[in-house]
């Protein structure tokens, strides 16, 4: 498994560029290799200098993407998400369950608040 914070990286801030995520991409896909794509910065950058996530070149389901809104919302609600394959998020939900019995849901009710307020047509199921 690789990690990987490719774009805006901490703490550098350097962005892989698209070829050599083509090119990772490529290369785990032909070893194996899973990769984990650790982005919460993405949705800081500006659109001008946007560069496809790694999970959206990913056509065989190696990548694990994973975000947060610590940086466009609020750190303290300790809340970010996961995409990947079906099978391994339902690992990772009962690992989770397990660990912690799920997140605190005060932070989820706030979110859920959060959003409704931006737009009302939106429904979450927490
Ligand atoms: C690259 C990277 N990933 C993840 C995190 C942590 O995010 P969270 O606050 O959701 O735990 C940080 C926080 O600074 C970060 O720089």
Redesign the pocket.
Known sequence: MIFL?PTHQ?PTGSTLSIEKRNRIIDICSKYGIVIVE?D??SLIGYDDNYIPSLKSLDSQGLVLYIS?L?KILS?GL?I?WISGPQPVIQRIADLKQQLDFGHLTYPNYTLRNYYYHLDSNITLHI
Request: proline share 10%; glycine share 10%.
């Open positions: 914070n901490n650790d919460p910065y947060s610590s750190s300790r970010g």
